[in-house]
Nanobody, 117 residues
């Protein structure tokens, strides 16, 4: 059974870098045909796709976030990570990690991140 769990600080100061990790169990992150994504949902707004890393390590990012976003993975820990730089209060959201092996999806439970001084 594939399970994902987000972790990271719940509070980040403005202008700093937000760093989150998604720990994966039940499948290796390098297993073919899998893609590993980060999404977020700000308060009272819809879900926003941020970016994805494939099983081969290639990445794609949302054009609106590309300049500030980096996604990577650590095969030794079976984790993938998100870094979002130069955060502002508008980056306050619940952040989710997701695994896709079409047509199946698995989601983490989400983690609240607040950007505030």
């Amino acid at each position: 059974q594939v399970q994902l769990q987000e972790s990271g600080p719940g509070l980040v100061a403005p202008s700093q870098t937000l760093s989150l990790t998604c720990t994966v169990s039940g499948v290796s992150i390098t297993t073919r045909w899998h893609a590993w994504s980060w999404l977020r949902q700000p308060p009272e707004k819809g879900l926003e796709w941020m970016g994805v890393i494939g099983d081969d390590g290639r990445t794609w990012y949302s054009p609106s976030l590309k300049s500030r976003t980096s996604i990577s993975y650590d095969t030794s820990k079976n984790q993938f990570s998100l870094q979002l730089s130069s955060v502002t209060p508008e980056d306050t959201a619940v952040y989710y990690c997701r695994a896709i092996r079409w047509p199946l999806q698995h989601w983490g439970q989400g983690t609240q991140v607040t950007v505030s001084s």
